[in-house]
């Protein structure tokens, strides 16, 4: 089975602090993303990477950074953490263009 | 902008009867659709997928069906399970290279015993 694993479930974080959220998957996949999950907007894809080192921008990324030095590995910055980045955050990959598969999900919350 | 959506916002069902979730999709050039299930506190879990090129496809308790001609995705689940309740959301592929997905913003299914 895909695993994908999300470092923390749960995080508490001040206004200001720089943020790391780490995600690894164990099937060799191209493809991995990050989201947040807000109630009543859905899913927003915040970066996503196909490559080691290459990242894109998806919908919402203002106020967060992505780093990919390996495969298996993507992490999440979020330089100066804010409360509106109060969020579920979502980690997922993917085979090429098939479907991703999700990590459990950090819910950070900024005070 | 061309997104996914869903029909119903929310579905109650009694235990043991079947359930179908909507979703209609609005970009034509989408060719690869999904089905997940998140269950509270949960990341979304992958259900069943089904390309453009096929009409129908089931798996274990569930069936997905796509017409194409009306942008249209659904759902069934079979003798449907308290174990079932959950939010239900779609998501297409709208041909980007990288697997890009877009989301629709789920269907809350409610089991009653």
């Known amino acids: 089975d895909v695993k994908v694993t999300q470092s923390s479930r749960y995080l508490v974080k001040r206004t200001g602090e720089k943020v790391f959220l780490e995600c690894v998957q164990d099937?060799?996949?191209?493809?991995m993303f990050w989201y947040r999950q807000d109630p009543g907007l859905g899913l927003r894809l915040i970066y996503f990477s196909y490559d080691v080192k290459m990242k894109e921008k998806g919908d919402i990324p203002e106020g967060y950074s992505v780093s990919r030095e390996k495969k298996e590995r993507f992490s999440l910055i979020l330089e100066s953490a804010s409360t509106n980045q109060t969020s579920m955050y979502l980690c997922?990959?993917?085979?090429?263009?098939?479907?991703?598969?999700f990590g459990q999900g950090t819910r950070l919350t900024v005070v | 902008g061309e997104s996914v959506g869903l029909h119903l916002p929310t579905l109650s069902v009694q235990e043991g009867d079947n359930s179908i979730i909507n979703c209609a999709y609005s970009n034509s050039a989408s060719d690869y659709f999904i089905w997940y299930k998140q269950e509270s506190g949960k990341g979304p879990q992958f259900i069943i997928d089904?390309?453009?090129?096929?009409d129908k496809r089931q798996g274990q308790r569930v069936t997905v069906l796509l017409n194409k001609t009306v942008k249209h995705l659904s759902l069934q689940i079979a003798a449907t399970q308290p174990g079932d309740s959950a939010v239900y959301f779609c998501?297409?592929?709208?041909?980007?290279?990288?697997?890009?997905?877009?989301f629709g913003k789920g269907t809350k299914l409610s089991v009653k015993p």
């Open positions: 099937m060799d996949h191209e493809n």
């Open positions: 089904i390309r453009s090129n096929m």
């Open positions: 997922a990959s993917s085979l090429r263009r098939l479907g991703a598969f």
């Open positions: 998501a297409e592929n709208y041909g980007g290279s990288q697997g890009n997905l877009i």
